[in-house]
């Protein structure tokens, strides 16, 4: 019986087809904001119209080490007098109620007015460049503060604001609503101040110093504070501070601190 040969084919592998590329996903480019113009403000003075100072303006170059001589002059690509070209002509520079506006067009004026001597960033006393992004924040926190204000106003008990009525000097026998709206006055004007006062413990110390010189279990001298029972004093007041500020400051010290405790507790059976 012949013997059947087996043939080992190995079988050759294909090669791998290729992966397919994918298409990157075309990403659309992020719009860059559009340049702002920039503005320039007279710090005292100036009305409705004001020429800056022009004429032989000289600033110190650093990267040459010596004085160098600036001039607004449109067209140019510098503001160095020396770089410029010989038909320059310096153009006058006027700012109308205060204000400059500084296209983004403008790029050789710009460059003028932020190198200028007079600018407060170097120095100067003339004028300045707006911060708008600056105000912008500002503005929004402080309405974040105001909104807060008057939030705690509206819900709090009159009690829980007796220390900032003490504080302003608002008369404490008005209503509920008038103690209320006199407060609404302060915190607008300044909120900061007004959120700062009322996270203020000396705020609420005072409060109870002033209400413990009300109902007489304290005495309010010009040399200082007295026990209002047994004429006692207290603390001695330095000539010419106001007792009741000089007391309420002793009383955050460890000294002060079992003064403090008995004055709350004759407060407290009131």
């Known amino acids: 019986m012949a013997d059947t040969v087996k043939r080992t084919t190995s079988a050759k592998k294909k090669p791998a087809a290729p992966a397919a590329t994918k298409k990157a996903a075309s990403k659309r480019p992020a719009k860059k904001a559009a340049p702002k113009a920039t503005v320039f ?23 040459q080490g010596y004085n160098r001589e600036i001039r607004y002059a449109r067209g140019e690509r510098s503001i160095f007098v020396d770089e410029q070209s010989k038909t320059a002509r310096r153009e006058t520079i006027v700012f109308r109620d205060k204000n400059l506006l500084v296209n983004p067009n403008q790029p050789e004026l710009l460059s003028y007015l932020r190198a200028h001597p007079d600018n407060v960033a170097n120095g100067g006393r003339v004028f300045n460049e707006v911060n708008n992004q600056s105000t ?25 604001l007796m220390p900032m009525v003490l504080s302003y000097g608002i008369d404490s026998t008005m209503s509920s609503m008038e103690i209320k709206k006199e407060l609404l006055k302060f915190a607008k004007g300044n909120p900061k101040n007004f959120m700062e006062l ?67 507790r004759q407060i407290d059976s009131l």
Not at 46 to 62: A, C, M, N, P, T
Not at 230 to 243: E, K
């Open 136 to 160: 912008a924040e500002e503005d929004v926190e402080n309405e974040f503060l105001v909104h807060d204000a008057i939030g705690l106003i509206r819900s709090a008990a009159v009690e829980e």
């Open 198 to 264: 009322y996270d203020s413990p000396v705020v609420q110390i005072k409060a109870d110093v002033l209400t413990a010189i009300d109902f007489q279990i304290l005495v309010a001298k010009a040399d200082g504070m007295y026990w209002g029972d047994n004429n006692a004093l207290i603390c001695p007041t330095p000539m010419g501070q106001n007792s009741v500020e000089v007391f309420t400051r002793f009383l955050m010290t460890d000294r002060g601190n079992s003064v403090r405790d008995e004055l709350q």
């Open 41 to 63: 403000t007279i710090t005292k003075g100036g009305g409705i119209y004001y020429k800056i100072r022009q004429k032989s303006v000289l600033v110190f170059d650093e990267a």
